[in-house]
């Protein structure tokens, strides 16, 4: 593949870089020691007034990127940014002495400087560092993207997520955002008592969720494994293993469609409380959403996907056959049979899939259909069809198990159940599962039986539940999209 021709400004700037060596200056530099954030330097200063600061000078070593240059002659103004942060410089050539001020002439947009100097307000009283020592570190070969015109279009964002965090300060927030959401996840669960764990991500056993997996081989052992569609599986080991409270927040794989709310990779936090159910979840999610968005993101109303999400109120909870009925007028507590629940999908136009063979297939689908989108405000949906539910206690009614789902803006966050612990039921279950991939249902689990052994030596009952964090993110950052949310998405080949 033939190399780009430069173009006029990246041709400058490397012809300047033979200046920088006659200078007797290292172009891509070498270790630099600072101390100050500028983030801290504004959030103790900016208040302070110019006779403050005059009085009781303050001096500051920091490091950062030039984003803005002003070039007056024998003094320039600059701005530097930092990782979360940025302030104004003041650089005269009778304080840094000729030598740097000629190196400072040198400098271009993105360039990676050090600063060392003193605090000052101007006559409009923009807090600057008056500088005092300027190093240059590491020159920057192409021209940023302009501010306005520059790096706008979503893809050339995604695919060059190194220069959307330096130019979208927007971007950069997010990207800032998200590791104190995680931390405050963490936060909360380990004060209630829970551990953390890591499990494998290679897998011999596809199992713990309906999905498509990725598929990889081990050459050693000369077998496929699965890269991992959910961590269940080995968590409800280590409750059998006497963790009694357990979680893990890990990448999940699953070899599926692209879009708004899917990348084949992602982040979830999956939970188990022994001794608890599914009452012990909900009490558990809905007050990690409410500290999430007070603490962390500091309001309680998010506008999302079209929508005003009110996360401060408590929130409903209905079952599946409940909303359904609502809006179909259709009750799948009756009993319906297999062909009946046909006749009814195909007069609301429903899909069928070869691969069903009782009521519950068609009964999710129609809360698929008719309810999913409609449910804006936080919704906990339970009681759930035992076919789409392969691991989950029944509820009196052996037809259902006691499971919820939580919709918010039409969206599922998450996934919770009243673990089933029964070994002979989980067995009857994969089987289950496996004459479903029989049928064709490509998503069906295998029987896992290092499982159904661990489950033998006794398992206690427990709630479980398993959010994605993704579109966790996206909701109390306000993004409309998965790609937003996550720093390096998978992208269609260009």
């Known amino acids: 593949m033939e190399e780009n021709k430069l173009s006029d400004q990246e041709e400058a700037r490397r012809a300047k870089l033979l200046r920088y060596a006659e200078l007797g200056v290292d172009p891509f530099g070498s270790r630099y020691e600072w101390k ?9 200063f900016a208040e302070k007034s110019a006779e403050e600061l005059e009085a009781n000078p303050v001096h500051v070593n920091v490091a950062g990127r030039l984003m803005a240059i002003r070039r007056m002659g024998k003094a320039s103004f600059a701005k530097l940014v930092d990782t979360d942060g940025h302030i104004q410089l003041w650089i005269g050539l009778n304080v840094v002495g000729e030598k740097a001020y000629e190196v400072f002439k040198l400098a271009d947009l993105g360039d990676i400087v050090g600063i060392e100097g003193t605090l000052m ?39 060059k997520r190194y220069l959307d965090l330096l130019v979208n300060e927007d971007s950069r927030k997010i990207a ?54 959910a961590t269940e599986l080995n968590l409800k080991k280590c409750m059998v293993g006497g963790i009694d409270r357990v979680y893990e927040i890990g990448r999940i794989f699953r070899n599926e469609g692209i879009d708004a709310k899917h990348n084949p ?3 979830t936090i999956e939970l188990y409380q022994a001794y608890g159910d599914l009452r012990d979840m909900a009490t558990w999610v809905e007050g990690l959403l409410h500290e999430l968005a007070a603490k962390v993101i500091g309001k309680e109303t998010f506008s999302w996907r079209g929508n005003d999400i009110d996360l401060s109120k408590p929130f409903r909870s209905a079952s599946q056959a409940e909303l359904i009925k609502e809006k179909t007028g259709i009750d799948f507590t009756e009993d319906i ?39 804006i405000q936080p919704t906990f949906v339970h009681t759930y069809p035992i076919e789409v539910s392969p691991l989950t206690k029944r509820t009196a009614d052996p037809r259902f198990v006691d499971r919820f789902e939580l919709f918010i803006g039409g969206t599922e966050f998450c996934n ?9 039921d989980q067995k009857e279950r994969f089987e289950a599962q496996l004459a479903a991939r029989e049928r064709g249902d490509e998503e069906a689990a295998d029987i896992d039986f290092s499982f159904i052994d661990a489950l033998e030596y006794g398992m206690p009952p427990a709630g479980g539940i398993g959010v994605g964090i993704d579109r966790l993110v996206m909701l109390l950052t306000e993004q409309e999209s998965i790609r937003e949310v996550l720093l390096f998405p998978t992208l269609k080949d260009k």
Not at 129 to 156: N, Q, R
């Open 36 to 44: 100050d954030r500028l983030f801290d330097i504004r959030a103790a």
């Open 121 to 159: 307000k101007t006559r409009t009283g923009e807090l600057t560092i008056k500088v005092e020592a300027y190093t240059h570190l590491v020159k920057c070969l192409k021209p940023l993207p302009e501010k306005f015109h520059g790096l706008v279009d979503t893809e050339d964002r995604y695919r």
């Open 337 to 375: 049979s297999f062909e009946k629940a046909v006749e009814l999908a195909k007069e609301h136009h429903i899909p069928l899939e070869k691969s069903w063979n009782s009521t519950g297939y068609v009964m999710q689908a129609f809360f698929d259909e008719f309810v999913e989108s409609d449910l």
């Open 416 to 424: 919770a159940y009243s673990e089933l612990n029964n070994p002979f």
């Open 265 to 267: 990779e992602f982040t």
């Open 176 to 229: 800032l955002t998200r590791p104190k959401i995680v931390r405050g996840i963490r936060d909360y669960c380990n004060r209630q008592g829970f551990v953390e764990v890591e499990t494998s991500i290679l897998s011999p056993i596809l199992g713990g969720a309906a999905a498509r997996p990725f598929i990889t081989h081990h050459n050693a052992l000369d077998r496929d494994f699965y890269l991992r569609i």
